[in-house]
């Protein structure tokens, strides 16, 4: 017997089945919004289809504060595959264990990353294996010589001495506002070229000149931190079509070969002149000349590319750590204290040896007289480790292994580190991990604690850790000595200073100060 269809659910039928997408659309509407108020308040949400996107899209102004939340609420290794159309396939990881075993076997960085940091070629910074082993050894060798370290010390001592301090004192007199992280930045930027290549651009005087160079490098890390964070066809799509921050980047590596080329041939004119000099290029040219192997292709593009590491890799990170470091000084007036009480006390010292150079004032530090303040070496250390100027990097996995907690790495999986997060985790900090406290840096006899060492990670760790660690931590020693013994600085009212998403920890908007001299 057929049953005969009420002729209201008959037409409902009929209409259901003619506006069938719409209902369909309603339906997907209504399970989103129903899923976004169930789980608006949740750190991490992985979505049908989109799958971990729209959490990276709604935290990316605090990416950073992010993935501590991250590891503290959902767990300290995730595995995140992004949707469809973006995949991700990318274990992120804050075990200080897990980062150990990464660290120790030396994960390359991978041809992803090779891609995304073109510009740098083939740069210390960029390859991995044999290219890479033959380039580091060089470097170390480079920076463990002592007239290296001697000639690196003097030239960032000359910086403070013949541009920062008579800036500060300017500044000081006018009292106006500036802008200490820009300060630091311009600062950093000369040491490291007059390390590097023998010259200083003189970035860092009164009248802030511009330096396209140095422009054309922040053009380049800004466009790099896209890259980074965009799908991988997005970009090229641009780079493509020479569109969005493709095009700034393809002018921002005209006028970055430009000046190393200028730079590599100056450096090479002096050589042919027999004027030796004791930086970083020079030791590059008589590596090339030496070795015959195909690990130091002749010509300028090595060099270029390994100039072009260097710069990138040291010029941003001391003078951010730097701004990090005296916003600390100026909300923990006690450790100011207790780090200008030990500079006091060298200062003292210095006065029965003391020649006429160091009777002037502004007074200067040598980085000799700051080799054993552990003070120094504390507050330092913990401010690093709350704020790291490089906050996170990553590794390829190119065959399948197992970390210490058990995930299993696939190949061609992305393996994310945040440097941020590893500063911040109570498990291993404790409970007071938020606090700026440099005593947990000191032992019980006053000498430095080798513990917190073991979980330290803002120059990352193992054979791939940074190459330019002793010299960053001497340039920021002699600035903070120069800084904090002959100027007091104090935030501008009102500055709210928040780290900017980006590769490198800048500050958002600056660090905006007033400078005033110290009083003995
Ligand atoms: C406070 C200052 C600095 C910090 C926190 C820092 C941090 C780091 C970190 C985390 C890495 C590993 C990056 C990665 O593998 O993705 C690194 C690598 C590197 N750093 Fe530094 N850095 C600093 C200063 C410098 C300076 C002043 C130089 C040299 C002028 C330098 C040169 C390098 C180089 C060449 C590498 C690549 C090493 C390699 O791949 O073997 N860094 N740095």
């Given at each position: ?5 009420h002729?209201a ?8 089945i003619?506006?069938w997408p719409?209902?369909?659309?309603a339906?997907?509407c209504i ?17 049908p289809?989109l799958?971990?996107?729209?959490s990276?899209l709604?935290n990316?102004?605090r990416?950073h504060d992010?993935?501590v939340e ?11 595959k992004?949707?469809?159309f973006?995949?991700?396939?990318l ?11 990464i660290?120790?076997t030396?994960?390359?960085k991978?041809a992803?990353h ?7 070629g083939n740069?210390?910074?960029?390859v991995d ?15 463990m010589?002592k007239?290296f370290r001697?000639y690196?010390a003097?030239?960032?001592r000359?910086v403070?001495e013949d541009?920062l301090?008579?800036?500060?004192s300017?500044v ?11 300060i ?5 930027f000369?040491?490291?070229?007059m ?23 922040d ?10 964070v ?7 799509l641009c ?6 921050p493709?095009?700034?980047?393809i002018?921002?590596r005209k006028?970055?070969d430009?000046s190393?080329e200028?730079?590599i041939?100056m450096?090479?004119?002096d050589?042919h002149?027999?004027e030796q000099g004791?930086?970083?290029?020079t030791?590059?040219?008589q ?5 015959n192997?195909?690990?130091f ?17 040291g010029?941003?990170?001391s003078?951010?750590?730097?701004a990090?470091f ?17 500079l006091?006390?060298?200062r003292?010292?210095n006065k029965?040896t ?15 007289d ?10 330092l250390c ?8 490089v ?5 390829g996995?190119e065959?399948?292994d197992?970390?210490p907690?058990?995930t299993?790495l696939?190949p061609?999986?992305?393996?994310l580190?945040?440097m ?9 900090w404790?409970?007071d ?7 947990r ?6 000498k ?6 073991t ?13 330019g660690k002793?010299?960053a931590f001497?340039?920021?020693k002699?600035?903070i ?7 007091h ?9 928040r780290p ?6 800048h ?5 905006k100060?007033?400078?005033k001299k110290?009083i003995a």
């Amino acid at each position: 017997m057929i049953m005969e269809l009420h002729p209201a659910l008959h037409m409902l039928g009929y209409y259901l089945i003619k506006i069938w997408p719409e209902v369909c659309l309603a339906v997907f509407c209504i399970i989103i919004i129903w899923s976004y108020s169930k789980h608006r308040n949740e750190v991490l949400v992985f979505w049908p289809i989109l799958d971990c996107l729209p959490s990276i899209l709604k935290n990316r102004h605090r990416i950073h504060d992010w993935t501590v939340e991250l590891a503290n609420s959902v767990g300290n290794t995730i595995i995140g595959k992004g949707p469809f159309f973006a995949p991700l396939r990318l274990v992120y990881t804050c075990d200080s264990l897990n980062v150990e075993y990464i660290a120790k076997t030396n994960f390359p960085k991978g041809a992803e990353h090779y891609e995304i940091m073109d510009v740098i070629g083939n740069g210390i910074f960029n390859v991995d294996y044999q290219h890479w082993q033959a380039q580091r050894k060089m470097a170390n060798k480079t920076f463990m010589s002592k007239e290296f370290r001697s000639y690196a010390a003097k030239t960032t001592r000359e910086v403070v001495e013949d541009s920062l301090l008579p800036l500060l004192s300017q500044v000081a007199i006018q009292s106006s506002v500036v802008d200490l992280e820009d300060i630091f930045l311009r600062l950093t930027f000369d040491s490291v070229c007059m390390v590097l290549f023998g010259r200083n651009p003189n970035c860092l005087s009164i009248d802030f000149p511009y330096n396209e160079l140095a422009r054309a490098i922040d053009d380049m890390a800004e466009v790099l931190t896209y890259r980074h964070v965009l799908p991988s066809s997005w970009w090229k799509l641009c780079r493509w079509f020479m569109i969005g921050p493709e095009k700034k980047f393809i002018e921002a590596r005209k006028i970055i070969d430009r000046s190393l080329e200028s730079y590599i041939l100056m450096k090479k004119d002096d050589l042919h002149k027999g004027e030796q000099g004791n930086d970083m290029i020079t030791s590059f040219i008589q590596h090339q000349e030496m070795d015959n192997s195909d690990l130091f292709p002749k010509g300028n593009a090595f060099l270029r590319d390994n100039g072009l590491s260097f710069l990138f890799a040291g010029k941003d990170s001391s003078s951010t750590a730097l701004a990090w470091f005296f916003w600390l000084m100026t909300r923990n007036r006690s450790v100011e204290a207790n780090i200008i009480e030990e500079l006091c006390h060298v200062r003292e010292k210095n006065k029965d040896t003391d020649d006429g150079l160091k009777e002037k004032i502004p007074y200067v530090f040598t980085a000799e007289d700051l080799k054993g303040l552990v003070y120094l070496h504390a507050s330092l250390c913990e401010s690093l480790r709350l704020y790291p100027p490089v906050p996170a990097t990553y590794r390829g996995v190119e065959k399948e292994d197992v970390l210490p907690d058990g995930t299993t790495l696939k190949p061609g999986m992305k393996i994310l580190i945040s440097m941020y997060a590893l500063g911040r985790m109570e498990s291993i900090w404790g409970k007071d991990c938020l606090e700026y406290r440099p005593e947990r840096w000191i032992d019980e006899n006053g000498k430095l604690n080798p513990v917190p060492l073991t979980k330290f990670f803002p120059f990352f760790a193992g054979p791939r850790n940074c190459v330019g660690k002793d010299l960053a931590f001497t340039q920021m020693k002699l600035v903070i000595a120069a800084v904090l013994f002959n100027f007091h600085v104090e935030l501008l009212e009102g500055e709210v200073i928040r780290p900017k998403p980006s590769m490198v920890l800048h500050m958002q908007n600056g660090l905006k100060v007033r400078i005033k001299k110290r009083i003995a």
